[in-house]
Nanobody, 125 residues
Framework: QVQLVESGGGLVQAGGSLRLSCAAS????????MGWFRQAPGKEREFVAA????????KYADSMKGRFTISRDNAKNTVYLQMNSLKPEDTAVYYC??????????????????WGQGTQVTVSS
């Protein structure tokens, strides 16, 4: 079992920055990959970024490349999503998720077994 709790969401103006955090507990954090997804109202949940267990591999959705950075601190059992140059279209609930695979940084939603409750990010124009 893995428990995930996101934090750091909020309201920000376009062009601003936010850093999301996801604290994990349960299984050994450094043994599995992590991902961030988001879901806007009326839309399907979509991939944002992923990182492998030791942080050696990262992946990003094309629209986030260069603006978002995923990282993890295995000593703190936490994964982060630094979001810069935010746009109104980034408004969504952001979820972190755990993929119980050591090697993967997966963009596929079906590979993730555990999910947090989500944190709201609202970008005003």
């Amino acid at each position: 079992q893995v428990q995930l709790v996101e934090s750091g969401g909020g309201l920000v103006q376009a062009g601003g920055s936010l850093r999301l955090s996801c604290a994990a507990s349960g299984r050994t954090f450094s043994s599995y990959g992590m991902g961030w997804f988001r879901q806007a109202p009326g839309k399907e949940r979509e991939f944002v970024a992923a990182i492998s267990a030791r942080g050696g591999t990262t992946k990003y959705a094309d629209s986030m490349k260069g603006r978002f950075t995923i990282s993890r601190d295995n000593a703190k059992n936490t994964v982060y999503l630094q979001m810069n140059s935010l746009k109104p279209e980034d408004t969504a609930v952001y979820y972190c998720a755990a993929d119980l695979n050591f090697f993967r940084a997966s963009e596929r939603i079906t590979t993730y077994e555990y999910w947090g409750q989500g944190t709201q990010v609202t970008v005003s124009s």
